[in-house]
């Protein structure tokens, strides 16, 4: 399956996601939707990104916006993680790269010496005909959900 690209439909793709949740992209037409990808449940930066998306929640609803969160973590730990932080938005279980793929998030990481295949911490803004309208690759959290508050609010 080919990557997304800026300008143009994103082809419709089915998840799974927390609450019990299928997440299909064409079900949201209609809605502006973020989609932001993440390395992992419970770090640090990946927390205080969520909190970030969580506390601007209200302003998103108004603007006609659904976040999802991403990552290849299971269920479980995004049940948790969801619980834990109250973040009023679903979180997707990637455990197959399917998403991470079609958006092109996946990058040759470096820790502690030890190269590795990782999620590159990336967003995506999709209009409402499903037309990805912006995209933040290789995104440092400081800062970023107001980025992309202001995108939306520029739709």
Known sequence: MPSVEL???????????T??????LDNLKGQNVV??????????????EGQDFRDRMKQF??????I???????????????????????LISDKDEALCNLFNVIKLKKLYGKEYMGVDRSTFLIDKDGVLRAE???VKVKGHA???L???QAL
């Open 68 to 90: 999802l969160g991403v990552s290849r973590d299971g269920l479980k730990a995004h049940e948790n993680f969801r619980a834990k932080h109250e973040f009023p938005f679903h």
């Open 7 to 17: 300008n143009k439909p994103v082809p419709d793709f089915e998840a799974p996601a």
């Open 146 to 148: 107001d980025e992309v």
């Open 35 to 48: 989609i932001y990808f993440y390395p992992k449940d419970n770090t640090p930066g990946c927390t205080t």
């Open 136 to 138: 933040w690759r290789g």
């Open 19 to 24: 609450g019990d949740q299928t997440i299909r």
């Open 150 to 152: 202001e995108a939306v």
């Open 61 to 66: 609803e108004e603007l006609d916006t659904v």
